[in-house]
């Protein structure tokens, strides 16, 4: 069984397939750490999104590893970068570097490979659209600016990073447009995929629906 979560930053897409993988016994895939992690990787290496000859020689060297479990823990090249992909500057640059076709190639691979060991819920922009078409069942989330804003403020502030409410808004404002035009696998709302607002429902009441959706498709005898 295949799960597929997309939607436009901070609408609660890790969160939803956090609890989806829980409850069914499969495993969380957070496709957009791994773009995390490659933006971390380039950044240390001083390589910008618009050096792409540096960008396709240096691929070879990026390994992500993503260790399913309570955290979704990921390694980069063997060290656990689950906390530092998820810094301001990390937020900042790395629609930039997901949007060139070779990072996209060879993360989408991994993202495949990882399916083929069992039942997973993967989480990103082109997991129903590209990724996983086939996906059993496909889920796009979405909700207002406001709420996806102040949700992304709390999680930052609960890691003790100060952030404005209108930086935060900005910078999700400018992602979704990067995710949403870019050439290679922009994102978009697949015909088939279910649509759940989730700006007035809290996180059991998301996950219940989900539910609902998964056992009205996939009946369990
Ligand atoms: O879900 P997130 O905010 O952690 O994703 C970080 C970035 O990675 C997001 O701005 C777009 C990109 N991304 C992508 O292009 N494709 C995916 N499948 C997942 C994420």
Not at 87 to 98: F, G, K, L, P
Request: charged share 30%; aromatic share 4%.
């Amino acid at each position: 069984m295949i799960i597929a979560i997309d939607g436009h930053s901070a609408c609660g897409k890790s969160t939803l397939a956090k609890d989806l993988a829980k409850e069914l016994g499969i495993t969380h895939i957070d496709s957009g750490a791994m773009y995390r992690a490659a933006t971390l990787y380039f950044r240390k290496l001083n390589i910008l999104p618009n050096d792409l000859e540096g960008i396709r020689k240096n691929l070879s060297g990026l390994e992500i590893s993503m260790v399913p479990g309570e955290t979704c823990a990921v390694l980069l090249n063997g060290d656990v970068v689950t906390e530092s992909i998820r810094a301001s500057d990390i937020n900042d640059w790395v629609s930039d570097y997901a949007k060139i076709p070779d990072v996209r190639r060879k993360l989408v691979e991994l993202q495949r490979s990882m399916a083929n060991r069992g039942s997973v819920v993967m989480d990103g922009r082109d997991i129903g659209s590209v990724v996983f078409p086939n996906a059993t069942i496909k889920f796009f989330l979405t909700a207002d600016i406001r709420t996806r804003t102040n949700r992304r403020v709390d999680e930052l502030r609960t890691k003790g990073i100060d952030v404005s409410f209108e930086a935060v808004k900005a910078n999700l404002i400018r992602r979704d447009h990067i995710d949403s035009t870019r050439e290679d696998s922009p994102l978009v709302r697949c015909d088939d995929a279910i649509v759940i607002d989730n700006s007035t429902l809290d996180r059991a009441e998301q996950q219940a629906l989900a539910l609902r959706y998964i056992a009205e498709r996939i009946p369990i005898h």
